[in-house]
C-alpha cells in the first residue's frame, strides 16, 4: 500500500479565504516551564485542505458529525482539466468522463491551480464549475467532489450557487487540494477525514490517496 498527500500544511501565514484571519498558534505550555508542550489553535473550519458539509451553506443541511464516517472514505478517481484554458468546467468538459464518474464515489477536478498557492495568482481567475456542470454531476451517486482551488464557485460569488447544487444532494465539497501530479493511476482510494466536531459546517481534513496493487501505481 502507498499513500500520497493532498494536503497543504496549516500554518500562520498561509493563504486564507478573502476576509477570514489566517491561523493563530500561541504555545500554551512549553518543555521549560510545564515539563511538556502544548499550542492553542485558533482557525476557521475551512482553513487550508477542507470539507464543505450541507451545513455550510444550507440552513438545514447536515452537520459533518451527522453524517456516517464512510462518507469520508471512498474510490475515486481524477478528471483532468489542466489544459482547459476558460473560466468554467463546463457540462461537455464533464460528460466525456460519464463512464469512470459512475464507476467512483469521489471524483477530483484537477485545475493545475495548486501551482499558484502562496500567490496572488492563486485568489484570480481559477478554473471553477459551471451551474450546468454541477446540476450533471449532482445526478451521479458521489460522495464528494474535490478541486484543487480555493473555491469550487468563482471568488466573488454572492450566491454560492454550485455549492448548493451540490451540497443538497449531499455530495460534500473538498476545496485547496495539491499535488495531484503525484497520482498517476486510474482509480484510488481517497481518505477525507474531518475533525469530529458538534454541528461542524466545515473542517480541515488530512485529504490523503491510498494506492493498493490493483488499483495500479502512483508516483
Known amino acids: 500500500m502507498k499513500v500520497i498527500d493532498l494536503t497543504h500544511t496549516i500554518h500562520s501565514n498561509m493563504p486564507v479565504f ?12 512549553t518543555h521549560q516551564r510545564d515539563g511538556f508542550m502544548e499550542t492553542k489553535l485558533s482557525m476557521y473550519s475551512h482553513t487550508g485542505t477542507h470539507i464543505d458539509a450541507p ?10 458529525d451527522n453524517l456516517s464516517i464512510d462518507r469520508y472514505i471512498g474510490k475515486a478517481t481524477i478528471l483532468d482539466f489542466t489544459k482547459l484554458e476558460k473560466e468554467y468546467i463546463e457540462i461537455n468538459d464533464i460528460s466525456k468522463y460519464k463512464e469512470r464518474i459512475a464507476k467512483v464515489e469521489f471524483i477530483i477536478l484537477k485545475t493545475g491551480w495548486s501551482k499558484y498557492w502562496g500567490r496572488e495568482k492563486y485568489f484570480l481567475d481559477f478554473p471553477s464549475l459551471s451551474i450546468e456542470a454541477a446540476n450533471y454531476l449532482k445526478e451521479f451517486n458521489l460522495k464528494g467532489i474535490g478541486i484543487d482551488t480555493i473555491s469550487i464557485d ?4 454572492e450566491s454560492f450557487n454550485v455549492h448548493k447544487i451540490l451540497l443538497s444532494k449531499d455530495i460534500l465539497i473538498i476545496e485547496n487540494l ?12 481517497l481518505s477525507i477525514l474531518p475533525l469530529k466536531t458538534l454541528d461542524a459546517d466545515g473542517s480541515p481534513v488530512r485529504a490523503v490517496a491510498i494506492k493498493n496493487k490493483e488499483h495500479g501505481s502512483l508516483k
Open 178 to 189: 495539491t499535488k495531484l501530479d503525484n497520482i498517476d493511476t486510474e482509480y484510488f482510494i
Open 18 to 29: 478573502p476576509k477570514t484571519e489566517p491561523p493563530v498558534f500561541k504555545v500554551s505550555n
Open 55 to 64: 451545513k455550510h451553506m444550507l440552513s438545514k443541511g447536515s452537520s459533518l
Open 154 to 157: 468563482k471568488i466573488d460569488s
